[in-house]
T-cell receptor
Framework: GENVEQHPSTLSVQEGDSAVIKCTYSDSASNYFPWYKQELGKGPQLIIDIRSNVGEKKDQRIAVTLNKTAKHFSLHITETQPEDSAVYFCAATYYGNNRLAFGKGNQVVVIP | DGGITQSPKYLFRKEGQNVTLSCEQNLNHDAMYWYRQDPGQGLRLIYYSQIVNDFQKGDIAEGYSVSREKKESFPLTVTSAQKNPTAFYLC??????????????FGSGTQLSVL
């Protein structure tokens, strides 16, 4: 089955700097890659996703890039703010697969 | 507001006891899921249901049971056979039957601890 790995496990950034989280996946059939944000004591929320027919997608301060050849995708957060502090999960799957494989999560800490 | 409601927020289980976690959604979604989250770990799938009166085992179903008698409800029972039940449990739903390549809507979770 699909195996998703995230690096680094913890990331500390100064407020206003950029944060980048990278995920690698193993199954070349995967074509849908979402990112979820989980704040303390809450359930994860989808913040952005990308399908394999595009290489990059942006939504205000966040963006996701996909490299199908290398089988990795990355979350980019620009101009970080304290409210960006959370755990971020990447995941991978494909249409017809009954599993959404999650990575173990990255703790992002934005230092004011 | 539409969404997923999990209750209770905190739950304590005694030795040998079965406990049931509630999950209700008013999003009119077909598919519902239960995940377990342990500290520093990803989300592991316990059970999922694509339609009423049908459900499938996920990756870590042993010691758990579910039912799907109504579209809106997908309760999870943690049985006494689950020897390490302490975890954060998350319920989720999605609109299409079992399509994992679309947005999941999560509840706010239930923290289960063993007394």
């Amino acid at each position: 089955g699909e195996n998703v790995e995230q690096h680094p496990s913890t990331l500390s950034v100064q407020e206003g700097d950029s944060a980048v989280i990278k995920c690698t996946y193993s199954d070349s059939a995967s074509n849908y890659f979402p990112w979820y944000k989980q704040e303390l004591g809450k359930g994860p929320q989808l913040i952005i996703d990308i399908r394999s027919n595009v290489g990059e997608k942006k939504d205000q301060r966040i963006a996701v890039t996909l490299n199908k050849t290398a089988k990795h995708f990355s979350l980019h957060i620009t101009e970080t703010q304290p409210e960006d502090s959370a755990v971020y999960f990447c995941a991978a799957t494909y249409y017809g697969n009954n599993r959404l494989a999650f990575g173990k999560g990255n703790q992002v800490v934005v230092i004011p | 507001d539409g969404g997923i409601t999990q209750s209770p927020k905190y739950l304590f289980r005694k030795e040998g006891q079965n406990v049931t976690l509630s999950c209700e959604q008013n999003l009119n979604h077909d598919a519902m899921y239960w995940y377990r989250q342990d500290p520093g770990q990803g989300l592991r799938l316990i059970y999922y249901s694509q339609i009423v009166n049908d459900f499938q085992k996920g990756d870590i179903a042993e010691g758990y049971s579910v039912s799907r008698e109504k579209k809106e409800s997908f309760p999870l029972t943690v049985t006494s056979a689950q020897k390490n039940p302490t975890a954060f449990y998350l319920c989720a739903s999605s609109g299409d039957r079992g399509r994992t390549d679309e947005k999941l809507f999560f509840g706010s979770g239930t923290q289960l601890s063993v007394l």
